[in-house]
């Protein structure tokens, strides 16, 4: 794990295994995703990241080994050459066990996926040319989550820069136009250089053989899987060939996966026809009892405006029958019938009644208009008019006259006949 994954600490890798149980394929893949910047599933966000399956017994696995030498020349030259092929071999894996006790692996922390993948296809098409089956630009978990939403195929590429038969497989088969068409009507296709950090963590994860390698994934049991596995140099014909019937032998996971998700998309929508109907009904329902509580509101209103009409229509007559009393007792005493100054004066309701008073020609006109506003039968608002001639006697105090003349200055005899009329609506 240490080595896989560049871990300083032995402790921290005891704790990493035994979060995954001590399996040490998940605990490279948590920790090639960490470093991606993929959240650990340990600390998950709303949404666990995504894995691939390469555990699955059932992967197709076609491995295309090299051509065996021909003839007495061709087996000479491989046994002359197979002590120092092996010898170079077995040096060179010496070197690089012993480099890995001195420094990390470099490739072993991804900092710039999505730069390392660009970076491979800038330097692919320099050398092979820009007829290629068209590359994802992105990450591998990018990648993966695409096909997975998308319920795609997806075929990674690995590239091996300094193995021998790399060349060959991408001029003759992988830039072949046959293949070309197919990868890009029927799959995604990413592709990354071991040499990089990001080709490095998906070959730790995919852990090919050899080189070429190609890995067909698809979603399987709900979970992205490796269902195919393609090592070595193959002919674009045959490639073709074992991809499709890689394809053949998985659609039906997809089919069904396809179902499933229309199934649960036909139950979502129904499901949000039914809250949306729901929340309609609970709209119309809270609509009701608001224009309720309204309509009840406002009749409360009216009822409170009409008994404060009630109180203060009450209050006034209150009011009005209390000042009836006091002018009635302010008014100053009838005088007698042979007293020379007294007038006689009867005057006519607007109710048709007739009430008669004497007076004294020296009092005021207000005494007049008191008394009658003293007496229950006189409208509340009035004035008292003359018959012939038809004059308003001036019994209320204006800015013009503010001291209303006697009956004497109004011209009035010792027997008289006023008249009084209702203001109450004007």
Request: a negative charge; aromatic letters at 10%.
């Amino acid at each position: 794990l240490q080595d896989l994954t560049g871990i300083d600490s032995m402790d921290q890798c005891r704790r990493t295994l035994e979060q995954h149980n001590w399996n040490i394929e998940a605990a490279v893949q948590d920790r090639l995703n960490e470093q991606e910047g993929v959240p650990s599933v340990f600390n998950p966000p709303p949404s666990r990241p995504l894995q691939v399956n390469t555990a699955d017994n059932r992967v197709y696995s076609y491995i295309v080994s090299r051509p065996q030498p021909r003839g007495f020349l061709g087996w000479g030259y491989y046994l002359i050459m197979l002590p120092f092929r092996f010898t170079y071999y077995t040096l060179l894996d010496i070197l690089r066990f012993a480099l890995r006790f001195i420094r990390p692996e470099p490739r072993g922390r991804v900092t710039d996926p999505v730069g390392d993948v660009v970076s491979f296809i800038h330097s692919f098409e320099e050398k092979y040319g820009r007829s290629h089956p068209v590359f994802y630009q992105g990450t591998y978990s990018q990648a993966l989550n695409d096909a997975k939403r998308e319920l795609r195929f997806l075929l990674v590429y690995l590239h091996g820069d300094d193995h021998q038969d790399t060349d060959e497989f991408c001029r003759n088969t992988l830039c072949t136009e046959e293949v070309v068409n197919f990868v890009n009507t029927r799959m995604l296709f990413w592709a990354c250089s071991t040499s990089r950090p990001e080709g490095y963590r998906v070959s730790q994860a995919l852990r090919e053989n050899t080189y070429p390698f190609l890995a067909m994934i698809t979603l399987k049991d709900r979970k992205m899987t490796v269902v195919g596995r393609l090592e070595g140099v193959i002919q674009a014909e045959d490639l073709i060939n074992q991809l499709t019937f890689i394809m053949e032998a998985n659609q039906t996971y997809l089919v069904s996966e396809r179902m499933e998700r229309e199934e649960r998309n036909q139950t979502q929508a129904l499901r949000l026809q039914q809250d949306e109907a729901y929340l309609a009904s609970l709209r119309a329902d809270q609509e009701k009892d608001r224009k309720k509580k309204e309509e009840e509101e406002l009749k409360r209103r009216q009822e409170e405006v009409a008994r404060e009409i009630v109180l203060a229509e009450e209050r006034r007559q209150q009011t009005l029958q209390e000042e009836k009393e006091r002018r009635s007792e302010s008014l100053p005493p009838e005088p007698s019938l042979d007293n020379p100054d007294s007038v006689k004066i009867v005057f006519k309701l607007p109710n048709d009644s007739r009430v008669e008073r004497r007076f004294l020609f020296t009092q005021s006109l207000t005494v007049i208009h008191d008394f009658l506003f003293s007496l229950k039968e006189t409208p509340e608002k009035f004035q008292i008019v003359t018959n012939f001639p038809r004059r308003v006697l001036p019994c209320i105090p204006t800015e013009q006259r503010p001291i209303p003349p006697t009956l004497k200055e109004a011209g009035l005899s010792r027997s008289e006949v006023l008249f009084v009329q209702d203001l109450t609506d004007d």
